[in-house]
């Protein structure tokens, strides 16, 4: 099922960006499909952003036009490019990855949180 480590969270100002990185490892990347989810406090975690192994990529709308999920296969590597930060955008990020339906393999998460 593979490891998945998060990196990239801090401290931001609104309006601000951040880059999350997923390093993967002991699976095939290039075959899984992958997710970044956020859990707020006190709420349900949420899909943020998701893209294939063939790349079809889907937003939240929350995050459209704001968020950029993309991947390195060669590097083992998801990324979402954060820009436009807003306060609601506080919470610790999750990866996820998944091949073929199979059971659902998560990080730890890395808090991101927006505040002045």
């Known amino acids: 099922q593979g490891e998945f480590v998060e990196s990239g969270g801090g401290l931001v100002q609104p309006g601000g960006s951040l880059r999350l990185s997923c390093s993967a490892s002991g699976i095939i990347f290039s075959i899984y499909n992958m997710g970044w989810y956020r859990q707020a406090p006190g709420k349900q975690r949420e899909l943020v952003a998701s893209?294939?192994?063939?790349?079809?990529?889907n937003y939240a709308d929350s995050v459209k036009g704001r968020f950029t999920i993309s991947r390195d296969n060669a590097k083992y590597t998801v990324y979402l490019q954060m820009n436009s930060l807003k306060p609601e955008d506080t919470a610790v990020y999750y990866c996820?990855?998944?091949?073929?339906?199979?059971?659902?393999?998560w990080g730890k998460g890395t808090l991101v949180t927006v505040s002045s």
């Open positions: 996820k990855g998944n091949y073929g339906g199979g059971i659902d393999s």
């Open positions: 893209i294939t192994s063939g790349r079809n990529i």
